[in-house]
Nanobody, 124 residues
Framework: QVQLVESGGGLVQAGGSLRLSCAAS????????MGWFRQAPGKEREFVAA????????YYADSVKGRFTISRDNAKNTVYLQMNSLKPEDTAVYYC?????????????????WGQGTQVTVSS
């Protein structure tokens, strides 16, 4: 079993930045694809970014490309999401997720483990 704990959310003005962190338990972290998803009120959970087990391949939703950067530190069992130029439409609960098969997926259903989420609110 893998436990994921997100941190770093908060309230920020439009144009500002936040850095989310996700700490994972378990020895196999460096074999997992890790992803970030978000869910705004009244909307479905959507893909934001993902990173391969090695960190060499990254994937982004079009809506965040060029503004968000996903990275990982396998020595610390941690994945990060640096969010710059934030917009009010980025307001959501952000979830960290792990795909233990390491498939590099952007599909929510292919992720096995989920964190509890961290709230990001961007004011205009």
């Amino acid at each position: 079993q893998v436990q994921l704990v997100e941190s770093g959310g908060g309230l920020v003005q439009a144009g500002g930045s936040l850095r989310l962190s996700c700490a994972a338990s378990g020895r196999a972290f460096n074999t997992y694809t890790m992803g970030w998803f978000r869910q705004a009120p009244g909307k479905e959970r959507e893909f934001v970014a993902a990173i391969s087990w090695s960190g060499r391949t990254t994937y982004y939703a079009d809506s965040v490309k060029g503004r968000f950067t996903i990275s990982r530190d396998n020595a610390k069992n941690t994945v990060y999401l640096q969010m710059n130029s934030l917009k009010p439409e980025d307001t959501a609960v952000y979830y960290c997720a792990a795909d233990r098969r390491g498939r590099g997926s952007t599909t929510l259903e292919e992720y096995d483990y989920w964190g509890q989420g961290t709230q990001v609110t961007v004011s205009s």
